[in-house]
């Protein structure tokens, strides 16, 4: 993942083609490489993510990288709702977290997913309910 220049350092996923690995041989110091430790779990989250927001995902991003499309769907969704649903004051603070961190205009897909989303609704150990509890805030 090639690193944002200036300000905070924020990892940007992209995808692996020739002329990218070519640009890491020349000059490998602003990539970084994150290997995903895939479980069954993550799987089954992942498709129920799919699922809730299968209205808003392009098929076309789903090719280009493992996360950002689902990440796009959900960000496409709440630019869908209307402003009063955006700033609606809800009385529990997960679902407002939530909202809240659909306002952040850099996130990293896939510390978004499988670490931002379950901190979120506490459940730092597992993501078995995650999905459940992101369909109830929506």
Known sequence: MPLKSGGPIIPVPIRITAELLANINDD????????ED?????????????????LHIV???????????????INRWYMALPQYAKT????????????????????????????TLPAIFGKTASLS????????AK
């Not at 490998?28 to 290997?35: A, I, Q, S, W």
């Not at 809800?90 to 939530?98: A, T, Y």
């Not at 309910?129 to 109830?136: F, K, R, S, T, Y």
């Open 88 to 115: 609606l004051s809800l009385p529990d603070k997960s679902k407002v977290r939530f909202m809240a961190s659909l306002r952040q205009p850099d996130i990293n897909p896939r510390e978004y997913l499988f670490e």
């Open 38 to 54: 895939w479980t069954d779990e993550k799987a089954a989250y992942l498709a129920q993510l799919e699922k809730l927001f299968s």
């Open 28 to 35: 490998p110091m602003p990539y970084t490489v994150t290997l």
């Open 59 to 73: 098929e076309a991003e789903k090719s280009l990288n493992a996360f950002t499309y689902l990440t796009q769907a």
């Open 129 to 136: 309910g995650v999905a459940d509890m992101v369909a109830a």
